[in-house]
């Protein structure tokens, strides 16, 4: 017989607000708490404070976007530049193309094109 197992929901990932991991940093900065400590006291991982603390350095609990967002954030308004000035660029040239197309169109014609006066001597 088989058995039939339970599937498990996964574990909902939790989320602190940014004033308590910056209050359970300055605890550990202050040395009120060890990194363990605090993990053990507020059931996170010392990873996690780790991280926090590293993001205190950076600013990025702060509300404020990081030295790595400030990058990103320059590289897409350069891209969106880019992206600007190229379909520019691909306007102007499908324009030009359909004005060369147009002059080539008009010069192959017989009746309107710029060697209508050939024509003209030998129909004479």
Same mark, same amino acid.
């Given at each position: 017989?088989?058995?039939?197992?339970?599937?498990?929901?996964?574990?909902?990932?939790?989320?602190?607000?940014?004033?308590?991991?910056?209050?359970?940093?300055?605890?550990?900065?202050?040395?009120?708490?060890?990194?363990?400590?605090?993990?053990?006291?507020?059931?996170?991982?010392?990873?996690?404070?780790?991280?926090?603390?590293?993001?205190?350095?950076?600013?990025?609990?702060?509300?404020?976007?990081?030295?790595?967002? =400030?990058? *990103? !954030?320059?590289?897409? +308004?350069? @891209?969106?530049?880019?992206?600007? $000035?190229?379909?520019?660029?691909?306007?102007?040239? =499908?324009? *030009? !193309?359909?004005?060369? +197309?147009? @002059?080539?169109?008009?010069?192959? $014609?017989?009746?309107?094109?710029?060697?209508?006066?050939?024509?003209?001597?030998?129909?004479?």
């Amino acid at each position: 017989m088989s058995e039939v197992k339970e599937l498990e929901m996964p574990k909902k990932r939790r989320s602190f607000p940014p004033e308590l991991k910056k209050h359970i940093v300055g605890e550990i900065e202050s040395g009120q708490l060890s990194l363990t400590g605090a993990g053990r006291k507020y059931s996170i991982s010392a990873t996690a404070i780790r991280r926090w603390r590293e993001q205190l350095k950076d600013g990025a609990l702060d509300g404020q976007p990081s030295v790595r967002e =400030k990058g *990103l !954030e320059k590289e897409v +308004r350069e @891209l969106r530049e880019k992206v600007g $000035s190229l379909t520019m660029e691909i306007d102007l040239l =499908k324009k *030009l !193309e359909a004005y060369a +197309r147009r @002059l080539k169109s008009a010069d192959s $014609s017989t009746i309107t094109g710029l060697n209508w006066h050939r024509f003209c001597k030998d129909a004479q």
